[in-house]
């Protein structure tokens, strides 16, 4: 299968998947270097997206290849996806955009530990205690208590 990639919203390379043995196969290529680092995302058709890693500067182009198990899989947003080139340290629109506080109307899972889980988008939110935000991490609120949400 091939899935175009959108950068700027104007097609920029292709994102091949494919079987191979016991893993899907995620080969990226995009034409140009690009401006600083970029990051692969998989927006899935009904929302949420899940990061497949950063494009590697190679001879003109830019380039990713990525296995996956069947669980790792199962951490990616439904199908048909949409493939979006993203500056690395940003997150698609369907995520909160990193120190906006509100819920991004996911379904969470109240661990024991405090933290909440999302396994349907692959995210992971952690009681967040202060302090400045990394780079491409979101803080939201949820029952009135701060997290930072991480990719899973």
């Given at each position: 299968m091939e899935i175009p990639v959108l950068e700027n919203e104007t097609a920029a390379g292709t994102?091949?998947?494919?079987?191979?043995?016991l893993y899907t196969l995620f080969t990226a290529r995009l034409e140009g270097?690009?401006?600083?680092?970029?990051?692969?995302?998989?927006?899935?058709?009904?929302?949420?997206?899940?990061?497949?890693?950063?494009?590697?500067?190679?001879a003109g182009e830019r380039f990713l290849l990525r296995r996956l198990t069947r669980l790792e899989l199962r951490a990616l947003p439904p199908r048909p996806w949409k493939a979006l080139a993203l500056p690395a340290g940003s997150v698609p629109p369907e995520l909160p955009p990193p120190g906006?506080?509100?819920?991004c109307g996911c379904s969470w899972l109240?661990?024991?530990?405090?933290?909440?889980?999302?396994?349907d988008?692959?995210?992971?939110?952690?009681?967040w205690a202060g302090g400045a935000?990394?780079?491409?991490?979101a803080k939201i609120r949820v029952e009135g208590r701060d997290y930072w949400v991480f990719h899973t």
């Open positions: 994102l091949r998947v494919a079987a191979q043995g270097e690009g401006k600083g680092l970029s990051r692969l995302w998989l927006a899935g058709a009904r929302g949420g997206a899940a990061p497949l890693g950063l494009l590697e500067p190679r906006e506080d509100r819920a109240r661990l024991p530990d405090g933290s909440l889980l999302d396994p988008r692959g995210l992971l939110a952690l009681p935000l990394p780079p491409g991490v």
